[in-house]
Protein backbone atom coordinates (compact mmCIF):
# COMPACT_ATOMS: atom_id res chain seq x y z
CA UNK A 1 0.00 0.00 0.00
CA UNK A 2 2.87 2.01 0.63
CA UNK A 3 4.25 1.88 -2.74
CA UNK A 4 1.20 2.87 -4.16
CA UNK A 5 1.08 5.98 -2.40
CA UNK A 6 4.34 7.00 -3.29
CA UNK A 7 3.71 6.55 -6.61
CA UNK A 8 1.00 8.90 -6.68
CA UNK A 9 2.96 10.94 -4.63
CA UNK A 10 5.38 11.75 -7.05
CA UNK A 11 3.03 11.56 -9.77
CA UNK A 12 1.21 14.77 -8.01
CA UNK A 13 4.85 16.47 -7.57
CA UNK A 14 5.81 15.53 -11.26
CA UNK A 15 2.05 17.68 -12.60
CA UNK A 16 2.83 20.19 -9.91
CA UNK A 17 6.15 20.75 -11.39
CA UNK A 18 5.45 20.44 -14.83
CA UNK A 19 2.53 23.41 -14.08
CA UNK A 20 5.14 25.51 -12.25
CA UNK A 21 7.66 25.43 -15.22
CA UNK A 22 5.48 26.08 -17.99
CA UNK A 23 3.99 29.08 -15.94
CA UNK A 24 7.56 30.19 -15.76
CA UNK A 25 8.38 29.69 -19.24
CA UNK A 26 5.33 31.79 -20.19
CA UNK A 27 5.47 35.20 -21.63
CA UNK A 28 2.22 36.52 -20.49
CA UNK A 29 1.77 36.65 -16.41
CA UNK A 30 0.11 34.13 -14.73
CA UNK A 31 -2.35 36.55 -12.74
CA UNK A 32 -2.72 39.29 -15.48
CA UNK A 33 -5.76 40.59 -16.47
CA UNK A 34 -6.19 42.96 -19.49
CA UNK A 35 -6.97 46.80 -18.95
CA UNK A 36 -10.08 46.77 -20.57
CA UNK A 37 -9.66 50.69 -21.48
CA UNK A 38 -7.06 49.17 -24.27
CA UNK A 39 -9.81 48.36 -26.35
CA UNK A 40 -10.53 51.84 -27.01
CA UNK A 41 -6.98 53.41 -26.62
CA UNK A 42 -5.48 54.98 -29.95
CA UNK A 43 -2.04 54.49 -31.08
CA UNK A 44 -0.83 57.61 -29.67
CA UNK A 45 -2.51 56.28 -26.14
CA UNK A 46 -0.83 53.09 -26.93
CA UNK A 47 2.73 54.15 -27.52
CA UNK A 48 2.76 56.39 -24.62
CA UNK A 49 1.58 52.79 -22.52
CA UNK A 50 4.64 51.13 -23.87
CA UNK A 51 6.40 53.93 -23.14
CA UNK A 52 6.05 54.04 -19.38
CA UNK A 53 6.02 50.01 -19.21
CA UNK A 54 9.73 50.86 -20.87
CA UNK A 55 10.78 53.69 -17.82
CA UNK A 56 9.46 51.13 -15.51
CA UNK A 57 11.05 48.20 -17.00
CA UNK A 58 14.35 49.90 -17.54
CA UNK A 59 14.29 51.73 -14.36
CA UNK A 60 13.95 47.82 -12.61
CA UNK A 61 16.46 46.10 -14.48
CA UNK A 62 19.14 48.80 -14.79
CA UNK A 63 18.49 49.88 -10.90
CA UNK A 64 17.69 53.97 -11.77
CA UNK A 65 15.20 56.20 -11.69
CA UNK A 66 12.35 55.91 -14.51
CA UNK A 67 13.27 59.90 -15.56
CA UNK A 68 16.45 58.55 -16.43
CA UNK A 69 15.03 56.53 -19.58
CA UNK A 70 12.63 59.24 -21.43
CA UNK A 71 14.53 59.71 -24.50
CA UNK A 72 15.31 56.01 -24.86
CA UNK A 73 11.98 54.62 -23.87
CA UNK A 74 10.02 57.10 -26.07
CA UNK A 75 12.26 55.75 -29.28
CA UNK A 76 11.68 52.03 -28.25
CA UNK A 77 8.25 52.78 -27.73
CA UNK A 78 7.99 54.81 -30.99
CA UNK A 79 9.86 52.11 -33.02
CA UNK A 80 7.81 49.47 -31.73
CA UNK A 81 4.66 50.65 -32.75
CA UNK A 82 5.68 51.73 -36.55
CA UNK A 83 7.18 48.47 -36.54
CA UNK A 84 3.57 46.56 -35.71
CA UNK A 85 0.94 46.06 -38.49
CA UNK A 86 -2.49 46.23 -37.79
CA UNK A 87 -3.14 42.79 -36.44
CA UNK A 88 0.21 43.05 -34.12
CA UNK A 89 -1.63 46.47 -32.85
CA UNK A 90 -5.09 44.83 -32.61
CA UNK A 91 -3.62 41.40 -30.89
CA UNK A 92 -2.04 43.92 -28.53
CA UNK A 93 -5.04 45.56 -27.82
CA UNK A 94 -6.59 42.12 -26.98
CA UNK A 95 -4.37 40.56 -24.93
CA UNK A 96 -1.66 43.47 -22.60
CA UNK A 97 1.00 41.76 -24.69
CA UNK A 98 3.03 41.58 -27.36
CA UNK A 99 2.87 38.34 -29.35
CA UNK A 100 5.22 36.52 -31.17
CA UNK A 101 5.52 38.67 -34.76
CA UNK A 102 5.31 42.24 -32.29
CA UNK A 103 7.72 40.76 -30.15
CA UNK A 104 10.48 40.20 -32.10
CA UNK A 105 10.09 43.72 -33.75
CA UNK A 106 10.06 44.91 -29.97
CA UNK A 107 13.19 43.35 -29.00
CA UNK A 108 14.87 44.81 -32.42
CA UNK A 109 13.60 48.33 -31.46
CA UNK A 110 15.42 47.44 -27.67
CA UNK A 111 18.69 46.98 -29.32
CA UNK A 112 18.70 49.54 -31.82
CA UNK A 113 17.47 52.09 -28.87
CA UNK A 114 20.25 50.91 -26.66
CA UNK A 115 18.08 49.56 -23.74
CA UNK A 116 19.03 46.68 -21.60
CA UNK A 117 17.21 43.24 -23.04
CA UNK A 118 14.76 42.18 -19.98
CA UNK A 119 15.74 38.90 -18.72
Do not use: H, W
Not at 72 to 95: F, H, I, N, P
Amino acid sequence: MSSVIRVMLAAAALAVSTTVVLAAASNTPTLYQVDPALKTESVAELTARVRRACAATQAKIQNASEMSFGRKCDCYAGRTMRALSEDEVQAYRDTGVFNDGARGKALSAIDGCKLQRPI
